[in-house]
């Protein structure tokens, strides 16, 4: 591995703060209860479609809603700069949407599978064409499977803390070590942070211990956990480059993947990333920072956001306020370091010539041309 280059870029501290803890406002949104083939889902629009640019449409984690997991992000000041040129749609899972009514006695809670065969209906009641996903946890599994189902219909995948395997060893190990098994309040935290982060961030795991408590149905949110519990395996295959690239079973759109390095999360979203195209995957591992990096580190995933978005030929230049005068092309990660291995491990490139230039950007006068020599899939670890 290459010696690390450290490049500045600006502290963004996270907005968690006593005058604001719990403040998950929506603005400017319209909300929508929307018929599908298995149940009606709440669905809270921000914006119109513009043009033929795709919408970007979030799903969250269990225990949290759209505004719990994803307003932290959207209401920070430059990811706005990036979603004036989108509509953006947030979807709630079935019961999870601030105050829901319980579900009747005996009532099934739609699949994992069954939760993914509800988006078609959203978009098209939306009259939407595409969309670019943003997930979380299992609104990340969700988002994975409905791209794997309609290929055409996404764009692009930013999937924070996604595990593509079926609920296994792992799950198992953690729910024991974890010590927070007496409850399903207890579970839910465990899931979303680590054992450090439980302990040593007080004003966060407080924030959201009583969001989870206080404001998600509990009946309706043991019905989610229970279908995120029983989720089956992805099934899907890292590609070889010149030989099964069109018959293998993987994500065939860009794909972003991030997560915190104390997070949970962590040995999951590895395995996801070792199963996807190396020329179309990128894992963003993010310093000092767990399980809701979205919440967290709003700042430094809405530059990242930015770089993914432009690499798919979109908002070709943004001006992110905490950069001053400079764009996000010009700005650097805490540190990149480039890994010249393919292992199942490595993290790797998008597949994009725009992408690389502004992935190469970031290293400022490094050594980058090495990467451009080098035969087969190029491989780059990411951390910020």
Same mark, same amino acid.
């Given at each position: 591995?290459?010696?690390?280059?450290?490049?500045?870029?600006?502290?963004?501290?996270?907005?968690?703060?006593?005058?604001?803890?719990?403040?998950?406002?929506?603005?400017?949104?319209?909300?929508?209860?929307?018929?599908?083939?298995?149940?009606?889902?709440?669905?809270?629009?921000?914006?119109?479609?513009?043009?033929?640019?795709?919408?970007?449409?979030?799903?969250?984690?269990?225990?949290?809603?759209?505004?719990?997991?994803?307003?932290?992000?959207?209401?920070?000041?430059?990811?706005?700069?990036?979603?004036?040129?989108?509509?953006?749609?947030?979807?709630?899972?079935?019961?999870?949407?601030?105050?829901?009514?319980?579900?009747?006695?005996?009532?099934?809670?739609?699949?994992?599978?069954?939760?993914?065969?509800?988006?078609?209906?959203?978009?098209?009641?939306?009259?939407?064409?595409?969309?670019?996903?943003?997930?979380?946890?299992?609104?990340?599994?969700? /988002?994975?499977?409905?791209?794997? +189902?309609?290929? =055409?219909?996404?764009?692009? %995948? &930013?999937?924070?803390?996604?595990? !593509?395997?079926?609920?296994?060893?792992?799950?198992?190990?953690?729910?024991?070590?974890?010590?927070?098994?007496?409850?399903?309040?207890?579970?839910?935290?465990?899931?979303?942070?680590?054992?450090?982060?439980?302990?040593?961030?007080?004003?966060?795991?407080?924030?959201?211990?009583?969001?989870?408590?206080?404001?998600?149905?509990?009946?309706?949110?043991?019905?989610?956990?229970?279908?995120?519990?029983?989720?089956?395996?992805?099934?899907?295959?890292?590609?070889?480059?010149? /030989?099964?690239?069109?018959?293998? +079973?993987?994500? =065939?759109?860009?794909?972003? %993947? &991030?997560?915190?390095?104390?997070? !949970?999360?962590?040995?999951?979203?590895?395995?996801?990333?070792?199963?996807?195209?190396?020329?179309?995957?990128?894992?963003?591992?993010?310093?000092?920072?767990?399980?809701?990096?979205?919440?967290?580190?709003?700042?430094?995933?809405?530059?990242?956001?930015?770089?993914?978005?432009?690499?798919?030929?979109?908002?070709?230049?943004?001006?992110?306020?905490?950069?001053?005068?400079?764009?996000?092309?010009?700005?650097?990660?805490?540190?990149?370091?480039?890994?010249?291995?393919?292992?199942?491990?490595?993290?790797?490139?998008?597949?994009?010539?725009?992408?690389?230039?502004?992935?190469?950007?970031?290293?400022?006068?490094?050594?980058?041309?090495?990467?451009?020599?080098?035969?087969?899939?190029?491989?780059?670890?990411?951390?910020?």
């Amino acid at each position: 591995m290459d010696e690390l280059q450290d490049v500045q870029l600006t502290e963004i501290k996270p907005l968690l703060t006593n005058k604001n803890a719990r403040n998950f406002q929506d603005f400017d949104c319209q909300e929508h209860d929307i018929e599908t083939p298995h149940g009606v889902l709440h669905v809270t629009m921000r914006g119109v479609p513009k043009g033929n640019r795709p919408v970007i449409l979030t799903y969250h984690d269990i225990g949290l809603n759209h505004k719990s997991c994803f307003n932290t992000l959207f209401n920070y000041e430059d990811m706005q700069e990036i979603t004036q040129h989108f509509a953006v749609v947030h979807v709630d899972a079935p019961g999870q949407q601030e105050g829901a009514p319980p579900f009747p006695t005996g009532y099934r809670y739609p699949t994992m599978d069954e939760l993914a065969e509800m988006l078609p209906s959203v978009m098209t009641q939306l009259k939407v064409n595409s969309m670019i996903g943003i997930g979380v946890g299992a609104g990340a599994y969700i /988002l994975s499977r409905f791209a794997l +189902n309609n290929p =055409t219909l996404v764009e692009g %995948l &930013v999937l924070i803390n996604v595990d !593509p395997c079926a609920e296994g060893w792992i799950d198992w190990a953690a729910s024991k070590l974890s010590g927070w098994t007496s409850n399903l309040v207890d579970i839910v935290m465990s899931h979303h942070f680590s054992a450090d982060e439980l302990t040593d961030n007080q004003e966060l795991i407080q924030t959201y211990r009583l969001h989870i408590a206080q404001d998600i149905n509990q009946d309706n949110l043991a019905l989610f956990c229970g279908s995120y519990q029983y989720r089956r395996d992805l099934e899907i295959e890292r590609p070889v480059v010149g /030989l099964n690239e069109d018959t293998v +079973n993987t994500l =065939t759109c860009p794909a972003l %993947l &991030v997560v915190g390095d104390t997070s !949970p999360a962590v040995e999951a979203v590895v395995e996801c990333n070792s199963r996807l195209n190396p020329t179309k995957t990128t894992l963003l591992k993010m310093a000092d920072c767990g399980g809701l990096p979205q919440v967290v580190q709003p700042g430094k995933l809405a530059e990242a956001f930015k770089y993914f978005v432009q690499g798919m030929g979109y908002i070709p230049y943004v001006l992110l306020s905490h950069l001053s005068n400079e764009s996000v092309p010009s700005a650097g990660m805490t540190r990149l370091a480039r890994s010249r291995t393919t292992s199942s491990s490595s993290i790797t490139s998008m597949d994009s010539s725009r992408s690389r230039n502004n992935l190469n950007s970031l290293l400022e006068g490094s050594a980058t041309g090495a990467l451009d020599n080098q035969a087969g899939p190029q491989t780059m670890e990411v951390s910020c």
